[in-house]
Nanobody, 122 residues
Framework: QVDVVESGGGLVQAGGSLRLSCAAS????????MAWFRQAPGEEREFVAA????????RYADSVKGRFTISRDSAKNTMYLQMDSLKPEDTAVYYC???????????????WGQGTQVTVSS
């Protein structure tokens, strides 16, 4: 069992930065693969970034590659998403997910947070 809680969302102007955090609890955090997904109003949930349990392997959606950075701190049981050069199209609810599989597919993750809103104004 892994419980995850996101934080760090907010309102920012285009070109700005935000850092999202995902605090996880549970003894299996260090072995859990984790990811960020997002869902904009009227849109389907989409993959943003994933990181392996070791923290060595990462993957990004093409739309955020070069602008977002995913990382994790096992000592703090926390995963991060550093978002730079934000664009209005990055506006969405961002969700943290954890699971046994390293994947870009949402249904491969067993545990989800409640989400944090990110709004980028033009």
């Amino acid at each position: 069992q892994v419980d995850v809680v996101e934080s760090g969302g907010g309102l920012v102007q285009a070109g700005g930065s935000l850092r999202l955090s995902c605090a996880a609890s549970g003894r299996t955090f260090r072995s859990s693969n984790m990811a960020w997904f997002r869902q904009a109003p009227g849109e389907e949930r989409e993959f943003v970034a994933a990181i392996s349990g070791s923290g060595i392997i990462t993957r990004y959606a093409d739309s955020v590659k070069g602008r977002f950075t995913i990382s994790r701190d096992s000592a703090k049981n926390t995963m991060y998403l550093q978002m730079d050069s934000l664009k209005p199209e990055d506006t969405a609810v961002y969700y943290c997910a954890a699971g046994r599989s390293y994947s870009i597919r949402g249904h491969d993750y067993e545990y989800w947070g409640q989400g944090t809103q990110v709004t980028v104004s033009s």
